[in-house]
């Protein structure tokens, strides 16, 4: 089974200023990872997904996230936030070749972004 | 192109009632999963279909079923409604070739149980 922990339940930032969200996972198979992003009353939105190959990912809206495979991690960074990215982020986790089909998903990190 | 589409989009039941949910995948995909999202929490997996079939399920009580129609639309089902059923349900549709990493969500019903 996969887990995955979001080790800042909320992260307040400046306009401008730099963001990183911080994720850990834990699985016995190799994984795909995701970052998705949720606005207020609305579905999730994928930001980026890493599935193999260069484990530095870009994504939309300017966010990038590194794997980590020695470390289980898949941090999300933007290196100058807006106001329009206050949100709910999610990682997510699911296995690479299995039968199992289901993403994982961790509880969720809010970011408030101010001016 | 319409993406994934849910209704209702809210709605309110009472203990103990039951609750039929629906989604329309995104053109051309074939496969349906749902998930309940409660207050403060990650999105929790119920079920997957595809082909008509529960392909596979998440911890969930048997309350909750669902079913896939030939043009791929599903349902979600729940009885006995409780407290604790309150929720975001979301569904996500895909290809079964790129299963949950092709995944396009919709925007969700958020069902309210009092």
């Known amino acids: 089974a996969q887990s995955v922990t979001q080790l800042d339940s909320q992260v307040p930032v400046f306009e401008e200023a730099p963001v990183e969200l911080r994720c850990n996972y834990s699985?016995?198979?190799?994984?795909?990872l995701f970052w998705y992003v949720q606005y207020p009353n609305q579905g999730l939105q994928l930001l980026l997904k890493?599935?193999?190959?260069?484990?530095l990912v870009k994504g939309i809206n300017g966010f990038e996230a590194e794997f980590n495979k020695s470390q289980t991690s898949f941090h999300l960074r933007k290196p100058s936030v807006h106001i329009s990215d206050t949100a709910e982020y999610f990682c997510?986790?699911?296995?690479?070749?299995?039968?199992?089909?289901?993403?994982?998903f961790g509880a969720g990190t809010t970011v408030t972004v101010r001016a | 192109d319409a993406g994934v589409t849910q209704s209702p989009t809210h709605l309110i039941k009472t203990r103990g009632q039951q609750v039929t949910l629906r989604c329309s995948p995104k053109?051309?995909?074939?496969?349906v999963s749902w998930y309940q999202q409660a207050l403060g929490q990650g999105p929790q997996f119920i079920f997957q279909?595809?082909?008509?079939?529960?392909?596979q399920r998440g911890n969930f009580p048997d309350r909750f079923s669902g079913h896939q129609f030939p043009n791929y639309s599903s349902e979600l089902n729940v009885n006995a409604l409780l407290l604790g059923d309150s929720a975001l349900y979301l569904c996500?549709?895909?290809?079964?070739?790129?299963?949950?990493?092709?995944?396009?969500f919709g925007s969700g019903t958020r069902l309210t149980v009092v």
């Open positions: 996500a549709s895909s290809l079964v070739e790129t299963g949950s990493y092709g995944y396009t």
């Open positions: 699985s016995s198979v190799s994984v795909y």
């Open positions: 890493y599935l193999s190959g260069s484990t």
């Open positions: 997510a986790v699911t296995p690479a070749s299995s039968n199992d089909y289901k993403l994982s």
């Open positions: 053109s051309g995909h074939d496969t």
């Open positions: 279909y595809y082909e008509e079939e529960e392909r």
